[in-house]
């Protein structure tokens, strides 16, 4: 497939279940593979993931919904957890903070810029992911329940605080295929001069 074709495919798919399509092994390579390649700012090497999956995953998701119910002061309905849960693993992107603060330090002229530009890494590396897991046919969706979820995932992980929670990625088997995407005139986003 072409990386046009690759794009294309890329969707929110949020009908997941645990039947993967490709081993695990896979999804691990190229989670891997992503962080060692994907560009950051100065090569701050500031980009972390975690990959949750098996018991750790489904855990994870009732937690969520536990810190939502604190915080909302009352039940909320669980079907949209649910459905999270009920795939194969979770990917949580973060990044290291103490690694951005001390590249800020060597390079002051720019300090300024390097809170954009370590989020721009951020979401090179979720894209990156995303469309490889699409690549491979497996569904995922993006989902942002920090800062309600921040503390929870440090404790639950045992993670540095320096490490700040960016986004949270459902995948697993495509149980259901999302809508086609509505047509547009792509020339109103997309202007070429000569």
Same mark, same amino acid.
């Given at each position: 497939m072409d990386f046009s074709g690759m794009l294309k495919t890329r969707r929110s798919v949020y009908g997941l279940n645990k039947n993967l399509p490709v081993f695990t092994d896979k999804i691990i390579n190229l989670v891997r593979n992503s962080v060692r390649y994907v560009p950051d700012a100065f090569d701050m090497k500031s980009q972390r993931v975690i990959v949750v999956?098996?018991?750790a995953h489904e855990k994870f998701w009732?937690?969520?919904?536990? =810190?939502? $119910?604190k915080y909302? @002061? @009352?039940?909320?309905?669980? =079907?949209?957890?649910? %459905?999270f849960a009920a795939a194969a693993g979770t990917i949580l992107y973060f990044f290291d903070s103490a690694v951005v603060n001390e590249t800020r330090v060597k390079y002051p002229l720019y300090a300024g810029n390097f809170h954009d530009w370590v989020m721009q %890494?951020?979401?090179m590396l979720q894209f990156a992911i995303w469309t490889g897991l699409a690549e491979m046919g497996v569904g995922a969706n993006l989902q942002h329940y920090n800062p309600v979820i921040d503390k929870m995932v440090a404790r639950m992980f045992d993670l540095p605080e320096a490490w700040v929670l960016v986004a949270e990625m459902?995948? @697993?088997g495509i149980? =259901?295929?999302? %809508?086609p995407k509505m047509p =547009?005139?792509?020339d109103i986003r $997309?202007?070429?001069e000569k």
């Open positions: 999956m098996g018991d009732n937690a969520v919904y536990d =810190e939502l $119910v909302t @002061g @009352g039940p909320i309905p669980r =079907e949209r957890l649910d %459905s %890494s951020n979401g459902p995948f @697993g149980a =259901e295929q999302p %809508s =547009e005139d792509i $997309v202007k070429i």
